[in-house]
């Protein structure tokens, strides 16, 4: 990761306190697989690994951050893949051949994580 503008702002009202200052200066690497509409991104932060498997624009369950699993349809739009997850919208893209940018908005609130392609 990158940076995250930002990151405890959009987080308040939704993560435990003790999630938020842990992830202030937690490393993570994101692993986005795909095969076809079918995805499975592999998040492993420290010894806690997420895994989420879906394909787009099917219902599917995927495990928040907090370990709540939620229904919700992932869409592909315009190279991004996009996911409304509890009112948070999500948008994921390879902003460039090194860079991938994930930005999270709740209401007035965004979250920009910045992550180097590796």
Do not use: C, W
């Not at 959009?10 to 690497?29: A, M, Q, T």
């Not at 948070?88 to 090194?98: C, G, R």
């Amino acid at each position: 990761m990158v940076s995250q503008p930002g990151h405890a702002a959009v987080f308040l009202n939704r993560l435990p306190d003790d999630l938020i200052e842990k992830g202030k200066d937690v490393k993570s690497v994101s692993e986005i697989e795909q095969n076809g509409d079918n995805f499975k991104v592999t998040v492993t932060t420290g010894t806690k690994v997420l895994v989420n498997s879906f394909t787009i624009g099917q219902e599917g369950e995927v495990e928040t951050l907090t370990g709540e699993k939620v229904k919700t349809v992932v869409r592909l739009e315009d190279g991004k893949l996009k996911v409304s997850l509890k009112g948070i919208e999500s948008v994921t893209e390879l902003a460039d051949p090194d860079t991938i940018v994930n930005t999270m908005t709740l209401g007035e609130i965004t979250y920009k994580r910045i992550s180097k392609r590796i």
